[in-house]
T-cell receptor, first 113, second 112 residues
Framework: NAGVTQTPKFQVLKTGQSMTLQCAQD?????MYWYRQDPGMGLRLIYY???????DKGEVPNGYNVSRLNKREFSLRLESAAPSQTSVYFC????????????FGPGTRLTVL | QKEVEQDPGPLSVPEGAIVSLNCTYS??????FMWYRQYSRKGPELLMY????GNKEDGRFTAQVDKSSKYISLFIRDSQPSDSATYLC????????????FGAGTRLFVKA
């Protein structure tokens, strides 16, 4: 039982390149989230998905797209990376049976040069 | 003004000390209050959560919420070097996860 996995762990891109960050969960939860974490800013929600096939914008969605094709996977795509997107990206799921408690993946460290 | 304010630290204490970590917030509609612990280069992990006002204790950890002052605290008793991490407060108005606001985190170092 891996919980929430993210790939890749590290990535370096050049400005203008594209890439997809992958997130998969084996906990059978409906709601999944993508956050970015920057020094002094805390965790900021990029996009979330309440269920398979549905996605909604969070606080900082510009420059990103997401895809939730099945219950298990939620991907985040950067179409044209910018240095401002240098950050640590976390995928999370909403734990059932309680309030807004979330279970986070290990993160992807992205640097855009 | 940020909805949630948290002193980034770092906070350095000797082993065995009582640690107090705090957050203030501006939105009186928040009802759920969480504390997450994040070790270096890892994802945050939930420590504990409380609903509305009051205290909640879990081992060496106590979470306290004062809604009248819009102030929440996490106390760590008998702190250990393994408690060295960044502590994030988080809060939301209701269930669903869509409007959880996180503090920036306080870095804690517990010296042996």
């Amino acid at each position: 039982n891996a919980g929430v996995t993210q790939t890749p762990k590290f990535q370096v891109l050049k400005t203008g390149q594209s890439m997809t960050l992958q997130c998969a969960q084996d906990m059978n939860h409906n709601s999944m989230y993508w956050y970015r974490q920057d020094p002094g800013m805390g965790l900021r929600l990029i996009y979330y998905s309440a269920s398979e096939g549905t996605t909604d914008k969070g606080e900082v969605p510009n420059g990103y797209n997401v895809s939730r094709l099945n219950k298990r996977e939620f991907s985040l795509r950067l179409e044209s990376a910018a240095p401002s997107q240098t950050s640590v990206y976390f995928c999370a799921i909403l734990l059932a049976g309680g309030p807004d408690t979330q279970y986070f993946g290990p993160g992807t460290r992205l640097t855009v040069l | 003004q940020k909805e949630v304010e948290q002193d980034p630290g770092p906070l350095s204490v000797p082993e065995g000390a009582i640690v107090s970590l705090n957050c203030t917030y501006s939105n009186s509609a928040f009802q759920y209050f969480m504390w997450y612990r994040q070790y270096s280069r890892k994802g945050p992990e939930l420590l504990m959560y409380t609903y509305s006002s009051g205290n909640k204790e879990d081992g060496r950890f106590t979470a306290q919420v004062d809604k009248s002052s819009k102030y929440i605290s996490l106390f760590i008793r008998d702190s250990q070097p393994s408690d060295s991490a960044t502590y994030l407060c988080a809060m939301s108005r209701n269930t669903g996860g869509f409007k959880t606001i996180f503090g920036a985190g306080t870095r804690l170092f517990v010296k042996a």
